[in-house]
T-cell receptor, first 115, second 114 residues
Framework: AQKITQTQPGMFVQEKEAVTLDCTYD???????LFWYKQPSSGEMIFLIY??????QNATEGRYSLNFQKARKSANLVISASQLGDSAMYFC????????????FGTGTRLLVSP | NAGVTQTPKFQVLKTGQSMTLQCAQD?????MYWYRQDPGMGLRLIYY???????DKGEVPNGYNVSRLNKREFSLRLESAAPSQTSVYFC?????????????FGDGTRLSIL
């Protein structure tokens, strides 16, 4: 079975600083995709970044980067130069397994960016 | 660029009433999904459609039906609403159902059943 663990219920960061949101995953499948989503207080789910299990380099998308450590089964999200608009819930998710691979979500981390 | 559009955004129903949540995507994606999000439960898959013409049950299908009307549209129907179905419902789509494909979500429908 696939599982995502996010151990930080809440994180605080000051504007313009970098922050790392932790995510560990568990799967026996060698092929999997890892995803991060942002959910602001307005409720929508916004796709941020993706990492494939066979990708050699860490994914980056603007201020977002994914610190992928395969041996440790971790896929941490790094947000550089935090902005007030980054305050939101952040979900790590994974797709793996045989047949239809459902998207398995972690419980999320609430990030609060202060001025 | 609309992406995934859900209607309505908010709805209040009485127990026993029926309604259909609409979802349309303009990204030419093959796969579409319906989730519900409840506090402390995360997102749970209700139904999915891997490709036009197919639908399958997810984790929590009881009390729901779906229709993949065409490649763009995937609707979710509550035949006889129950208070336990009070939730936020998300529709999502992806290019296909493969493990490397990100899913793109709509803005959600907040549904309250009284």
């Amino acid at each position: 079975a696939q599982k995502i663990t996010q151990t930080q219920p809440g994180m605080f960061v000051q504007e313009k600083e970098a922050v790392t949101l932790d995510c560990t995953y568990d799967t026996s499948d060698p092929s999997y995709g890892l995803f991060w989503y942002k959910q602001p207080s307005s409720g929508e789910m916004i796709f941020l970044i993706y990492q494939g299990s066979y990708d050699q380099q860490n994914a980056t998308e603007g201020r977002y980067s994914l610190n992928f450590q395969k041996a440790r089964k971790s896929a941490n999200l790094v947000i550089s130069a935090s902005q007030l608009g980054d305050s939101a819930m952040y979900f790590c998710a994974m797709r793996a397994g045989t047949g239809f691979q459902k998207l398995v979500f972690g419980t999320g981390t609430r990030l609060l960016v202060s001025p | 660029n609309a992406g995934v559009t859900q209607t309505p955004k908010f709805q209040v129903l009485k127990t026993g009433q029926s309604m259909t949540l609409q979802c349309a995507q303009d990204m030419n994606h093959n796969s579409m999904y319906w989730y519900r999000q409840d506090p402390g439960m995360g997102l749970r898959l209700i139904y999915y459609s891997a490709s036009e013409g197919t639908t399958d049950k997810g984790e929590v299908p009881n009390g729901y039906n779906v229709s993949r009307l065409n490649k763009r549209e995937f609707s979710l129907r509550l035949e006889s609403a129950a208070p336990s179905q009070t939730s936020v419902y998300f529709c999502a789509s992806s290019e296909n159902s493969g493990r490397y494909q990100p899913q793109h979500f709509g803005d959600g429908t907040r549904l309250s059943i009284l």
